[in-house]
């Protein structure tokens, strides 16, 4: 067995300082990589509540588009619709834009239209 010399211990204890050192330099730079990435984790959540926030109003516009221009085409539609519905199916009553409901949903009909007297008939045209 051999004694250990108290240089050896010296340079024992100096080594252990130095890989300490090391090891508490990596555990900053460990921490620095760490704050940086919470603070990317925060930017990337920003940006998603943004992208969120513009895909549901570019949702909300595109669907208001789509209504008037739905509008805009049934209201083209509508003087030449009545004429025919009249004339060639004897219709005497035309509702453009019926609504009816019934246990909690709801539909739209373009165009309804009714005659009585003899014919009996409804008529639902989409547009």
Avoid: C, H, W
């Avoid at 010399?5 to 990589?33: C, G």
């Avoid at 208001?64 to 619709?81: D, H, Q, R, V």
Wanted: proline share 2%; aromatic share 6%.
């Amino acid at each position: 067995m051999n004694a250990v010399t108290y240089e050896e211990v010296l340079s024992l204890f100096k080594e252990t300082e130095l890989r300490m050192r090391e090891t508490d330099l990596q555990m900053r730079e460990t921490d620095r990589y760490m704050q940086e990435t919470a603070r990317q984790m925060r930017e990337t959540d920003r940006r998603i509540r943004e992208l969120d926030r513009l895909t549901r109003e570019q949702s909300k516009q595109i669907s208001g588009i789509g209504n008037k221009f739905g509008y805009f085409t049934e209201g083209l539609a509508l003087p030449s619709m009545e004429r025919i519905l009249t004339e060639q199916f004897g219709m005497t009553t035309i509702m453009p834009r019926a609504r009816t409901r019934k246990n909690g949903e709801e539909i739209e009909i373009d165009v309804l239209a009714t005659a009585n007297e003899g014919i009996n008939l409804a008529m639902v045209v989409e547009v």
